[in-house]
Nanobody, 121 residues
Framework: VQLQASGGGLVQAGGSLRLSCAAS????????MGWFRQAPGKDREFVAL????????PFADSVKGRFAISRDNRKNTLYLQMNSLKPEDTAVYYC???????????????WGQGTQVTVSS
């Protein structure tokens, strides 16, 4: 399984970005998929996850109401729509595929390479 994240960039506060994560290999459509992020000097943290059937999409409190997660199982692609971006959203964003439904890094066994999101004030 390979995961390729893209869509990051530089955006002003209040702006929007949509991240994509293209997955190769089998079993994407049945997998739990998640987004994590890591800001400079901080630990990697959970952002959002989505079940294979798009049911139950928990979000970190810091992004609730601003971010949306979705997936297209036919295209083997995961998305993260980020609206009303804040400077504190600046981080490298990682997509991940997990065998387990959870918000911990240990719930995921495949990771993308990360895409940088920078939000200027």
């Amino acid at each position: 399984v390979q995961l390729q994240a893209s869509g990051g960039g530089l955006v002003q506060a209040g702006g929007s970005l949509r991240l994509s994560c293209a997955a190769s290999g089998r079993l994407f459509s049945s997998a739990v998929m998640g987004w994590f992020r890591q800001a400079p000097g901080k630990d990697r943290e959970f952002v959002a996850l989505i079940r294979w059937n798009r049911d139950s999409t928990p979000f970190a409190d810091s992004v609730k109401g601003r971010f949306a997660i979705s997936r297209d199982n036919r295209k083997n692609t995961l998305y993260l729509q980020m609206n009303s971006l804040k400077p504190e959203d600046t981080a490298v964003y990682y997509c991940a595929k997990g065998p387990h439904y959870g918000t911990q890094q240990s719930d995921y066994n495949y990771w993308g390479q990360g895409t940088q999101v920078t939000v200027s004030s």
